[in-house]
């Protein structure tokens, strides 16, 4: 029986519990991991080799395959490294899904957004800054726009830009002077992540993409009142019918980031025709879709709840096939 290692921080979580029983049903022996527990002890002369990896009392180096679902936040060296041992893991021949390479990947937007468009996908413009005169200068140029924490979640910390105005995804409408906004940003992250706001029909697209192959996609639906369609942010699913582009291009984005499982996020791209002598709106056109991130640790519950797809027997799946 192949033993299998799923991270979790919480075993509530409706997708960690998903892998854990879909583990069974298939017929592995799953181990649940906290990587906050993580030990490594190197050169000990107590044990028998000169590495030895464990968490929750548990060797790693026994494992076939290790699924990822949540290595935990907090410090910057503690996260550092939980992703050294998945490396490591990975380096002694364990499968690690999704590799830590691709979670860091997908969890870096800017760097991300350097992937997709490599890969030729079409997204939002994106500029990035480190300094309050380039900031204005961007915001300027593309007028409505977002700021994005270039490692945020779940819709948090996300600033609106529109008229001179800011305001955040989490938060009521805001007071605070742009320029005041920008320059704390600026101090707390130190560069500023900027793209375009899209034009929309009021939600966006999340795909579930398990090897290579998109299963199932919803409609994410902001909540009266906001713009970001997050579901943790309020935001209600409805089932998605993808187009062969809206297809083709969520498994190109996954491949782009190299993840064997994960969630893209689409953005139907419509513009504003105007009637130019009254500067009356006369239609919308769609542009086209365009990927607006891809997420390495996503969560299945949305999915399955508007469609009974359950992404974990996709994954586990996928896992039995090659092992």
């Known amino acids: 029986m192949k033993k299998i290692g799923i991270i979790i921080t919480d075993l509530e979580d409706w997708t960690a519990r998903a892998l854990i029983t879909e583990a069974k049903e298939k017929g592995f022996s799953p181990f649940v991991l906290d990587f906050r527990t ?12 000169k590495i030895h990896f464990k968490a929750e009392d548990i060797s790693l180096l026994d494992l076939d395959a290790v699924i990822v679902r949540d290595v935990g936040a907090g410090a910057f060296e503690g996260v550092s490294f939980r992703f050294d041992i998945l490396r490591e893991l990975e380096a002694e021949g364990i499968l690690v899904i999704n590799s830590p390479a691709a979670i860091q990947n997908a969890a870096n937007k800017y760097h991300a957004s350097y992937l997709l468009a490599k890969a030729g996908l079409h997204a939002p413009e994106t500029i990035a800054v480190q300094n309050l005169e380039a900031a204005l200068r961007t915001i300027s140029s593309l007028g409505d726009s977002v700021i994005k ?3 945020g979640y779940k819709g948090k910390d996300i600033a609106r830009v529109k008229d001179g105005k800011i305001r955040f995804s989490d938060r ?10 920008l320059e704390k940003m600026l101090e707390e992250r130190g560069m500023l992540y900027i793209q375009e706001f899209i034009e929309n029909p009021g939600r966006d697209i999340r795909v579930f993409v398990v090897g290579g192959n998109a299963v199932g996609a919803i409609y994410r639906k902001a909540s009266a009142g906001s713009w970001v369609n997050n579901l943790s942010q309020g935001g209600s699913a409805d089932r998605c019918v993808l187009t062969c582009e809206q297809k083709e291009i969520a498994e190109k984005a996954s491949l782009a980031i190299g993840t064997t499982f994960a969630g893209v996020d689409i953005i139907e791209d419509f513009t504003r025709d105007l009637n130019k002598e009254n500067n009356k709106e006369l239609e919308r056109n769609e ?12 969560s299945g519950k ?18 039995q096939n090659i092992l």
Request: proline share 9%.
């Open 302 to 319: 949305g999915i399955f709840d508007a469609w009974g797809i359950n992404p974990a027997e996709h994954i586990l799946q996928y896992l």
């Open 172 to 181: 009521k409408a805001e007071s605070v002077p742009l320029e005041t906004a």
């Open 38 to 49: 993580a030990e490594v002890n190197i050169n000990s002369k107590s044990i028998g080799s």
């Open 287 to 298: 542009r086209g879709p365009r990927i607006l991130e891809v997420n390495g640790t996503p």
């Open 149 to 151: 924490p270039v490692f």
